[in-house]
């Protein structure tokens, strides 16, 4: 079985669920029924520079999130499904339009409706809270929960070991 570190080689597009994933699946509901979440700004600041290393980087979620949406494309991530209810049909089709093979992918997600696109994939990881079933088809497992750095983790690593983590693109945000 190949190594962890030897896929991350081979990784070429990041892909993330949103509620419990860049979020710590909190949703804030006002008394006018607006909604928010909270986003981590650490992964944030790896998901912006995976964008401007040349990573294709894109969000598959169930959720339909105006904030949510807002904030990915703040990040300079165009790829944003929202209110996808079977996420590997969605990402075959993404990943048909734009060549990539399934091996060159990590997918990160953390509940049931990421388990049939996590079996998919070449790389699925996921954070620390995600549920069992998620945890045992992920190739790796954050030490961070969702929301609170297990992107920025990934995107980290991803970016090391292709040496591109401290180039002049760190630097600006």
Same mark, same amino acid.
């Given at each position: ?55 294709? =980087?894109?969000?598959?979620? &169930? ?11 703040? !990040?300079? @991530?165009? *790829? ?60 790796? =497992?954050?030490?961070?929960? &969702? ?11 991803? !970016?090391? @070991?292709? *040496? ?10």
């Amino acid at each position: 079985m190949e190594s962890f570190l030897s896929k991350l080689k081979e990784i070429t597009t990041l892909v993330f669920d949103v509620d419990g994933v860049l979020t710590d699946g909190s949703v804030f509901v006002t008394d006018d029924g607006l909604q928010s979440r909270a986003f981590n700004i650490k992964d944030g600041y790896a998901l912006q520079l995976a964008v401007k290393c040349g990573y294709n =980087v894109c969000s598959v979620s &169930g959720s339909r999130s105006k904030s949510a949406l807002h904030r990915l494309n703040s !990040l300079g @991530i165009r *790829d944003v499904y929202m209110g996808i209810h079977t996420k590997v049909e969605k990402l075959k089709i993404y990943l048909e339009e734009k060549s990539i093979s399934p091996e060159n992918v990590l997918y990160m997600g953390d509940d049931i409706p990421d388990l049939e696109v996590m079996k998919y994939v070449g790389l699925p990881v996921c954070p620390a809270d995600a549920v069992e079933e998620i945890k045992a088809v992920s190739r790796y =497992v954050s030490p961070f929960a &969702g929301g609170k750095g297990c992107a920025r983790d990934v995107i980290e690593k991803v !970016l090391k @070991i292709q *040496d591109k983590w401290m180039t002049e693109e760190a630097y600006s945000w």
